[in-house]
């Protein structure tokens, strides 16, 4: 069946780096736009980025634009997150979407991944 | 990116039927069809429920509808059900490429 399923989270100091990868499965991963939202602690959804399905577009919150580069290797149905200059404020639970362009809207999710951003 | 403006909170009896709105601005859910909505129990992935105002993917309850004047969208639930309760996000496309959500709001069924 169709599946995304988020790795790469952890416990990072501010200042820090991280990445987060997703794999795609039940589905022609190369076909589609992806994207990464995610969920601070207690609060609510927050697009992050989206690309297209050749890699060759991406788009960026204006939080993260700078700091974090998403990209995608089709050959390994695998999306990811590079995360640098981390904040207190990037602390959330990273879901992997898949992304309906054109229309805009996200059709199947990642059960996500905790990233915490502490000293 | 201003996030789309939600209710914290909404509830209703059983039954009932509640509207939640997303209020944005022409720059987003005023410019465009492409406000979908997603339900978000507690500890759980968001799943997706209306796409382009008001159309419903296979498999999501024909209780749920969507709808939009001006630069409001609306996600009406009929004939409540307990396990409605969860939270609700609007989301938009915006002018310049990007996606927002709505501050999400909490449904609880009474």
């Known amino acids: 069946q169709v599946q995304l399923v988020e790795s790469g989270g952890g416990l990072v100091k501010p200042g820090g780096s991280l990445t987060l990868s997703c794999a795609a499965s039940g589905f022609t991963f190369s076909n589609y736009y992806m994207t990464w939202i995610r969920q601070a602690p207690g609060k609510g959804l927050e697009w992050v980025s989206y690309?297209?399905?050749?890699?060759?577009?991406?788009y960026y919150a204006d939080s993260v634009r700078g700091r974090f580069t998403i990209s995608r290797d089709n050959a390994k149905n695998s999306l990811y997150l590079q995360m640098n200059s981390l904040r207190a404020e990037d602390t959330a639970f990273y879901y992997c979407?898949?992304?309906?362009?054109?229309?805009?809207?996200?059709?199947?999710w990642g059960k996500g991944t905790t990233v915490t951003v502490s000293s | 990116q201003s996030a789309l403006t939600q209710p914290a909170s909404v509830s209703g009896s059983p039954g009932q039927s509640i509207t939640i709105s997303c209020t944005g601005t022409s720059s987003d859910v005023g410019g465009y069809n492409y406000v979908s909505w997603y339900q978000q129990h507690l500890g759980k992935a968001p799943k997706l429920m209306i796409y382009e105002v008001s159309n419903r993917p296979s498999g999501v309850s024909n209780r749920f509808s969507g709808s939009k004047s001006g630069n409001t969208a609306s996600l009406t639930i009929s004939g409540l059900q307990a396990e409605d309760e969860a939270d609700y996000y609007c989301?938009?496309?915006?002018?310049?490429?990007?996606?927002?959500f709505g501050g999400g709001t909490k449904l609880t069924v009474l």
């Open positions: 989301t938009s496309y915006t002018s310049s490429s990007t996606l927002v």
């Open positions: 979407v898949r992304f309906y362009y054109y229309h805009y809207y996200m059709d199947v």
């Open positions: 690309i297209s399905p050749s890699g060759g577009s991406q």
